[in-house]
């Protein structure tokens, strides 16, 4: 990667940055309307071990992570953003990710978590706000019947003397 691609990988990965760059990832994976990352992740390591690249889980898992920063790192480049069948083979065949290419791995996959988490707290946040909505409509409901059963009423009075008090008032 050309240092100018770098830096400004660098200057969008800093922490001020961050939500900016969340928001971004969000937004596409959005667009795309695609079935969620974790399910597509799996979907890609059973057909790494389908076609016969990987023998188990964590054989496709460290493959998938090779795959995904090599997706990653394309997505950062100008031009035809994907991966071809003669550049599928060879990615698999390279040899373990470098110091910096975990580092990059890892703060991707902290986005990646941290994306998780916004979503599920997501929709917990709109679970509660049915449950409010629910709850507002059966208070209403209640206070219009208690309302509609309560008839406050003073009972007859009269302020006229008593008759039995009526000689000692005089």
Do not use: C
Request: net charge negative.
């Amino acid at each position: 990667m050309d240092s100018h691609t770098w830096a400004f990988l660098e200057e969008i990965v800093k922490e001020e940055n961050r939500l900016d760059l969340l928001d971004a990832i969000q937004s596409f994976e959005w667009s795309l309307g695609v079935v969620g990352h974790p399910q597509m992740e799996d979907d890609i390591k059973r057909g790494l071990i389908g076609l016969g690249y990987a023998t188990n889980t964590a054989a496709a898992k460290t493959l998938f992570e090779r795959l995904f920063l090599y997706v990653f790192k394309r997505l950062t480049q100008k031009g035809l953003k994907q991966l071809t069948t003669t550049e599928l083979p060879a990615q698999l065949r390279l040899a373990p990710l470098t110091e910096t290419d975990e580092a990059i791995l890892v703060f991707v996959q902290d986005l990646r978590g941290l994306a998780q988490r916004v979503e599920a707290l997501e929709r917990k946040e709109e679970q509660n706000q049915q449950l409010l909505a629910s709850l507002e409509s059966r208070t209403t409901t209640l206070g219009e019947r208690i309302h509609d059963d309560i008839h406050p009423a003073l009972p007859n009075a009269t302020l006229d003397v008593a008759a039995l008090v009526e000689g000692l008032v005089g």
